[in-house]
């Protein structure tokens, strides 16, 4: 199932990661697709401050590769595979301590992970689309065992006035 959604400004971002924030649970992983300034970061800003994380600690993880945030109503991991490339070693960065369940993992630029990527199981995948100086599109396909996070989310876009795009497929 896919959703679509128009944000032609910052603040309906900062809305929609919020909401998505209040559907997640420990466990999940969020793939981040999209071009150099297409928003991933600014959304996983959002997203940290639904968490209750300090948006303002939330920076790309560029040169770190990763950072971990445990102050938020569940521990955040926030992966950039960029300067990784194609294919990356995700043992060599670590991330196999963070796949217990416990934790919501975010991983930009997610385009270059494999195809057996352990971080693709049941994963939500958002495209961002840069549209213009102030507006994104955002599609997130949600995999059929995510139904009742995409519910919630649906129901929390509603509650904020966000308009939405709705496919099957």
């Known amino acids: 199932m896919k959703l679509i959604i128009k944000a032609d400004e910052e603040n309906k971002t900062r809305i929609v990661g919020n909401c998505l924030s209040r559907c997640l649970i420990p466990g999940i992983t969020v793939l981040l697709s999209g071009d150099l300034g297409a928003g991933k970061t600014t959304f996983t ?3 940290a401050e639904g968490l209750g994380i300090d948006p303002r600690h939330v920076t790309s993880p560029t ?5 971990h945030f445990h102050e938020g109503k569940i521990p955040l991991v926030h992966i950039d595979l960029y300067r990784l490339g194609q294919d ?20 930009e630029w997610s385009e270059y ?14 495209r961002l689309t840069f549209e213009s100086e102030n507006s994104r599109l955002f599609e997130f396909v949600f ?11 649906k129901k929390c876009l ?3 006035g966000i308009e939405y795009e709705s496919t099957g497929a």
Do not use: R, T, W
């Open 45 to 47: 800003k959002a997203l």
């Open 63 to 67: 040169f770190s590769i990763l950072h």
């Open 88 to 107: 990356p070693d995700l043992d060599e960065i670590g991330i196999d301590e963070y796949l217990d369940g416990h934790h919501i993992m975010v991983v």
């Open 113 to 126: 992970l494999g195809d057996e990527s352990p971080l693709k199981y049941k994963a939500l995948l958002i």
């Open 143 to 153: 995999p059929d065992d995510l139904f009742n996070m995409m519910a919630c989310f």
């Open 158 to 160: 509603e509650g904020q």
